[in-house]
């Protein structure tokens, strides 16, 4: 399950051993396609990754934390700390390599 947070919750992703953070907004195209792959891949990885949505306009400190320019925008953390991104529109397939490759 993808978990969607705000600011407000951040320290509980900072906690997670490995978690993925969809940076996204309700009105891109490529976000929305974006969110079914991400669904599935939180069941894929459950217990090994956590994964999370945060809406761009509503926690624009979180997007500048991150220098979030372009979305989707998916950061993965380890430990709290930046260890990737992926930008833009990825197939299931590629997200899971590069989840993968991270972990």
């Given at each position: 399950m993808v978990n969607v947070v705000g600011s407000d919750?951040?320290?509980?992703?900072?906690?997670?051993?490995?978690?993925v953070v969809d940076f996204n907004a309700?009105?891109?195209g490529p976000c929305k396609m974006m969110a079914p792959v991400l669904e599935e891949l939180s069941g894929d990885y459950e217990g090994?990754?956590?994964?999370y949505a945060i809406d761009v306009d509503e926690?624009?400190?979180?997007a500048e934390k991150f220098s979030i320019m372009s979305i989707p925008n998916l950061v993965l953390l380890k430990k709290?700390?930046?260890?990737?991104?992926?930008?833009?529109?990825?197939?299931?397939d590629a997200l899971k390599t590069w989840i993968d490759s991270q972990l």
């Open positions: 919750k951040w320290s509980e992703i900072e906690g997670k051993e490995a978690a309700t009105w891109c090994k990754v956590d994964f926690n624009p400190d979180l709290g700390e930046l260890a990737d991104r992926s930008v833009g529109f990825k197939p299931k």
